[in-house]
């Protein structure tokens, strides 16, 4: 998988997302950030404070961290798949 094609995968597995109930698609801002972080971060407790900063920054509400972690494992996968195809 290209990194391109990994970026978009990782971009519709965010915007699938609905972590605080405000509908699917709410967060196009936040997946970008995410998304960004994805490839600023290997190890998935970073990642998913990461994520859960930057959803609690933009909503004022906080993201239980076992749905972040759930979420940085899902991004980081489809990464590290990406990176490991030849």
Not at 14 to 43: M, R
Request: hydrophobic residues 40%.
């Amino acid at each position: 998988m290209e990194n391109q094609q990994a970026n978009l995968h990782m971009m519709i597995v965010l915007n699938e997302w609905d972590p605080l109930g405000y509908g699917v698609g709410s967060y196009d801002t936040e997946a970008v950030d995410v998304l960004q972080a994805a490839h600023q971060f290997d190890e998935p407790q970073k990642l998913a404070r990461k994520i859960q900063a930057i959803y609690e920054f933009s909503f004022e509400e906080i993201i239980p961290l076992k749905e972040c972690e759930s979420m940085a494992l899902k991004l980081l996968t489809i990464k590290n798949n990406a990176s490991c195809d030849i």
